[in-house]
């Protein structure tokens, strides 16, 4: 069955520092990737998106995201972090079910320390 | 701005009561969602409907009904509410494909 794994549950990063969030898929047939940011009290946002092509996907906020097929992975990343960008972030997969549907992870919310 | 709208951002149920949440969109979409959203749990997908008067189980849709007569409404129905349904609710609607998927801002349920 398809499914997410987001393997850390909290991570914390100090202001500046880069950013690495991870996440494992499970599915069959090519897979459209996707990852949400939701800051506290706030609904989720779309970060980005990987249907198909160039493997580094640009989002926003100064997010990025490499798509790796061999590892069924598709990790988040950013440079330099703020501590506005304090909040959980979801990745999900995108899976035809007699219709379309996202299936997320279970989430990893990112502290940032100063 | 795109718009996903929820009836209610919290809500306080009675354990056997019938519940509805109401959700509304104003984009024109084609797909509407219901996910419940618990800590540690992540989002996990309720009901979904790709249109009108038609609805797909999710992963979790025991205890929860949907119905969905007009475009931009989906309501999530809980036929005999419980404590173990205690959540936050979210909808979600997106257009054709893999269009953008938009959330609306939740609805905070508990039940007593």
């Known amino acids: 069955a398809q499914s997410v794994t987001q393997p850390d549950i909290h991570i914390t990063v100090s202001e500046g520092a880069s950013l690495e969030l991870r996440c494992n898929y499970s599915?069959?047939?090519?897979?459209?990737l996707f990852w949400y940011v939701q800051s506290p009290g706030q609904g989720l946002q779309l970060l980005l998106k990987?249907?198909?092509?160039?493997?580094l996907v640009q989002g926003i906020k100064g997010f990025e995201a490499e798509f790796k097929r061999s590892q069924s992975s598709f990790n988040l990343r950013k440079p330099s972090v703020h501590w506005s960008d304090a909040a959980e972030y979801f990745c999900a997969v995108g899976v035809w079910q007699a219709g379309t549907a996202l299936i997320f992870g279970k989430g990893t919310t990112l502290s940032v320390s100063s | 701005d795109v718009k996903v709208t929820q009836s209610s951002r919290y809500l306080v149920k009675r354990t056997g009561e019938k519940v509805f949440l109401e959700c509304v969109q104003d984009?024109?979409?084609?797909?509407m969602f219901w996910y419940r959203q618990d800590p540690g749990l992540g989002l996990r997908l309720i009901y979904f409907s790709y249109d009108v008067k038609m609805k797909e189980k999710g992963d979790i849709p025991e205890g929860y009904s949907v119905s969905r007569e007009k475009k931009e409404r989906f309501s999530l129905i809980l036929e005999s509410a419980s404590t173990n349904q205690t959540s936050m609710y979210l909808c979600?609607?997106?257009?054709?494909?893999?269009?953008?998927?938009?959330f609306g801002p939740g609805t905070r349920l508990l039940v007593l």
């Open positions: 984009m024109d979409h084609e797909n």
């Open positions: 990987y249907f198909s092509g160039d493997t």
């Open positions: 599915y069959g047939a090519t897979p459209y």
């Open positions: 979600a609607s997106r257009g054709q494909g893999w269009e953008t998927q938009y």
